[in-house]
């Protein structure tokens, strides 16, 4: 089953981003996730086994210019996050389309997403979901 999650979610969106992004403190997710449970322009779906929460997707709206798309707003697939034990289910493919149909119905005609280079993973993932390769790029920074 997977349905779109409501503020009452946080604990188990955040467990689930945490182990996404294990980088960040659950006090910095819990303010970043909290806004976009209540937010028109995002949406976070759960996937569940019975009872038990075993996936996330968190997608928004993006009105900037998305790489690859020439509309707006463009549905943005932001993470996506299925305990391992439960993947190679369909739980990514339904959460995926949970994200396109939400997208579609606020008006997008393009969903888009992204992935680190070297994430191969990542990368077959979004091809094996219908994604198509739209650009490369390296970016580069330097401190002042």
Request: proline residues 5%; glycine residues 6%.
């Given at each position: 089953?997977?349905?779109?999650?409501?503020?009452?979610?946080?604990?188990?969106?955040?467990?689930?981003?945490?182990?996404?992004?294990?980088?960040?403190?659950?006090?910095a997710?819990?303010?970043?996730?909290?806004?976009?449970l209540?937010?028109?322009d995002?949406?976070?779906?759960?996937?569940?086994?019975?009872a038990?929460v075993?996936?996330?997707?968190?997608?928004?709206l993006?009105?900037?210019?998305?790489?690859g798309?020439?509309?707006?707003?463009?549905?943005?697939?932001?993470?996506?996050y299925?305990?391992?034990?439960?993947?190679?289910?369909?739980?990514a493919?339904?959460?995926?389309?949970a994200?396109?149909?939400?997208?579609?119905a606020?008006?997008?005609?393009?969903?888009?997403?992204?992935c680190?280079?070297?994430n191969?993973?990542?990368f077959?993932?979004?091809?094996?979901?219908?994604?198509?390769?739209?650009?490369?790029?390296?970016?580069?920074a330097?401190k002042?």
């Amino acid at each position: 089953m997977i349905r779109k999650a409501v503020p009452d979610d946080l604990s188990a969106v955040k467990a689930l981003a945490l182990r996404l992004w294990p980088h960040h403190t659950p006090d910095a997710l819990q303010q970043e996730l909290l806004p976009l449970l209540q937010q028109p322009d995002s949406a976070i779906f759960l996937a569940y086994q019975d009872a038990c929460v075993v996936g996330f997707a968190q997608c928004q709206l993006r009105q900037d210019y998305v790489e690859g798309t020439d509309s707006s707003p463009v549905g943005y697939l932001e993470g996506i996050y299925v305990v391992p034990e439960y993947r190679r289910r369909g739980f990514a493919g339904q959460l995926i389309s949970a994200c396109e149909r939400w997208a579609k119905a606020a008006g997008c005609s393009e969903f888009a997403s992204d992935c680190e280079l070297c994430n191969e993973e990542s990368f077959r993932f979004h091809l094996g979901v219908g994604f198509q390769e739209s650009n490369r790029i390296i970016c580069f920074a330097k401190k002042l």
